[in-house]
């Protein structure tokens, strides 16, 4: 996992990460405020910075802390959410036209259920080792 990355020496370079994924979101979220109408699209821009904060709280709670688990929480599950609702609004709202974007927005819940299954898969693998 990622996170794991904290336990090491380099723990300021994932922290450096996590604060600029998490400034990146927050500040797209921002930009997109000038182009995008509509009740959805203003639910994705919430789930956009929602997922910006916690990134950020990835940042500042590692692994081992307690609030990791919030950080994970508030920062994972509603990126593709929001990668979806807004990638459908400006190809709807014709501010983009490439619709190769929606790859990279279901690539987003794709990644999550991988990651998911991969972690099955190592824990299922520790089991075994005990």
Known sequence: MVSEYALGKYKWLLTLFFFMWGASSILLAI???????????????V?????????IC?????VKHKKHGMAFALGIPTLPVAALILTYHLL???????????ILAHS?????????????LMFSGFKKLV
Do not use: K, P, R, Y
Not at 47 to 55: E, F, N
Not at 58 to 62: A, E, K, P, S, V
């Open 58 to 62: 990835g940042g500042l709670f590692d």
């Open 47 to 55: 789930l956009l910075v929602l997922s910006g904060i916690g990134a």
């Open 92 to 102: 709807n709202n014709n501010i983009i036209t490439q619709t190769d974007t929606l």
């Open 31 to 45: 930009a997109l405020l000038e182009i995008i109408i509509g009740f959805w699209a203003h639910i994705g821009i």
């Open 108 to 120: 987003t819940w794709i990644s999550i259920w991988l990651m998911a299954f991969t972690m099955m």
